[in-house]
């Protein structure tokens, strides 16, 4: 999916999903909520995955 497509899916502007990506802003509950929802995840599996990811952003 691209970036526009998944912009486009959390109803969201692609600037915004880049500005995330990138770690300018963080994810908010309502994305966060409605990705748990629509993937095949626990709330506490996408926590761990985004508490991996800022780890691993910091290391870089």
């Known amino acids: 999916m691209r970036q526009s497509e998944y912009a486009r899916w959390l109803g969201i502007t692609p600037a915004y999903v880049n500005m995330i990506e990138s770690g300018v802003r963080?994810?908010?509950?309502?994305?966060?909520?409605?990705?748990?929802?629509?993937?095949?995840?626990?709330?506490?599996?996408?926590?761990e995955f985004v508490?991996?990811?800022?780890?691993?952003?910091?290391?870089?």
């Open 26 to 47: 963080s994810v908010s509950e309502k994305i966060e909520c409605f990705i748990v929802l629509n993937f095949d995840a626990t709330n506490a599996e996408f926590l």
């Open 51 to 60: 508490r991996r990811y800022e780890n691993l952003k910091k290391l870089g």
